[in-house]
């Protein structure tokens, strides 16, 4: 059964960096796509990015294009969130997720995703 495990989240002030960290045990971790989404209170969970599995490909919301970076260690069965220039309005739950996907396909709905973190809170105060 796989298991996936966020980190690094916290309370940054806006415009600082953060990077979040995922470990994924259990699953081949080299035949995922990874995903991040993120569910701000009161909102409904969205799509953030996401990675193929063998990080050639990736994929971005408007809102993360430009100031986050998706990536990944298969050797460390981790994927990373790094976020820049952070908002207030970036604050959320982040959760990231796999999706089975040896093709490398890549989608941002989060009803393809097989396997979800329990999220890792991100405040950004202004």
């Known amino acids: 059964q796989g298991q996936l495990v966020e980190s690094g989240g916290g309370l940054v002030q806006a415009g600082d960096s953060l990077r979040l960290s995922c470990a994924a045990s259990?699953?081949?971790?080299?035949?995922?796509?990874m995903g991040w989404f993120r569910q701000a209170p009161g909102k409904e969970r969205e799509f953030v990015a996401a990675?193929?599995?063998?990080?050639?490909?990736?994929n971005y919301a408007g809102s993360a294009q430009g100031r986050f970076t998706i990536s990944r260690d298969n050797a460390k069965d981790t994927v990373y969130l790094q976020m820049y220039s952070l908002k207030p309005e970036d604050t959320a739950v982040y959760y990231c997720?796999?999706?089975?996907?040896?093709?490398?396909?890549?989608?941002?709905?989060?009803?393809?995703?097989?396997?979800w973190g329990q999220g890792t809170q991100v405040t950004v105060s202004s």
């Open positions: 990675i193929g599995w063998s990080g050639a490909n990736t």
């Open positions: 997720a796999a999706d089975w996907s040896p093709t490398g396909a890549i989608k941002a709905t989060e009803t393809s995703y097989d396997y």
């Open positions: 259990g699953l081949t971790f080299n035949r995922y796509t």
